[in-house]
DNA sequence: GTCTATAGCAGGATAGAC
DNA sequence: GTCTATCCTGCTATAGAC
């Protein structure tokens, strides 16, 4: 498809179709026939430089995911450090920009989420290394970040499920394109996306918010 | 395994097993002979009573998801009767109880998302039914249910994302259970859950709400 | 490093006895 | 309704020419 196909090794061709294909469908749903044509290679490729699937896979998570994942939270630090002043809304804006918007395309983005779920649901090849080389690391520099706006300093699990709420609203507006869209009838577009980041960074600061009209 | 499989016909058996599989590894990872092999039955039943395997996921939806959806409705809707005086809170509260402790069991609850997502992360064989007949349906009841709470009559949208948003929440909750218990090193015992509602409740009326200690 | 050809096997589906 | 036996397709993986 791409004019540069050709310019590009078929090694790489293959981790870029592989990761779309199982991001979109699920290790088990896309065959390697299918990646092997969609890289404009041959079928033998994927064993040759792979050994099998499931090493793919793993190689998928490993040269593509692992960079990217890296990328955004480069971002997000990024963001952070050029807030003159620190405060609890320029944490969570930076936060949501940096997943909502960020670094990544909107391809990228989507298919970067789409495999992180479904390694999620249930562990998966590479659930481990996603978890111990990332999630939780980047779970520990927040809780840091985040510590000087504890209630108390007791009270560590709260502060937990606080940034695993954030995640749950980035992830799933992300993830759940589909019904999201059917119900608010928007599409995924530039503006929609904005008022996204808005929302959600509304949402976690304040809630519905809406107790002015009590009572129905 | 269980002592009344063979009080239940083969039918129902192969729609509960078929349900627990598919929940957890999705259409593609699970096979025929899997599903048959844990009800107890022949190969040939899952073409006999359902045509092709195809249809057996669709009847999942139609006998087991949908039903227990309306459940979840029905307890809804019984815990709002039972409130005195309808307020915001009383909405929320009475949304992340019947979805999170309701009236399923652990394994029903997890299962039953499980399923949803998969078919929400990409539109597939039994989406429209979902959508058209249980999602679309109960939004627009929640939407007029916190209609007067709306800041603005005009501001649509907004509801409809806030609404999402609680969806979100209790989604993730069930759904990433894995990553959750991980990051926070809670197992999802009935302790953990309560404190589950409590916190989404609050999330969700409140966000971070630590406006109190602003400045680092 | 790329390709063809094929081994070897697993999965969905069916025919037909009981 | 249930079972066995089997067909056939499509998959992963490999061997070996180029």
Known sequence: MDAMDNCTDSKDRILDK???????????????REITQAAH?????????????????LEVFRTRW????????????????????RSLAGIVHALAEAFLKGPLTDDERLCHSQLMIREMAKPGLATDMLVDEVIKPFFGDLVVLLGPYLPENGERERVMLDIVSIFAMVIYFNFARVPVTRVTGQEYDEVFKERLVEHIVRFCLKGLDMDKKEGA
């Open 66 to 85: 692992m960079p990217r994942a890296r990328r955004v939270q480069a971002c997000f630090k990024d963001v952070l450090s050029t807030q003159d002043e």
């Open 41 to 57: 290679c041959n079928l033998a490729a994927v064993n040759y430089h792979f050994g099998n699937k499931q090493n793919l896979y």
């Open 18 to 32: 592989a990761e779309a294909l199982f991001a979109e469908k699920g290790f088990h749903a896309v065959t390697v």
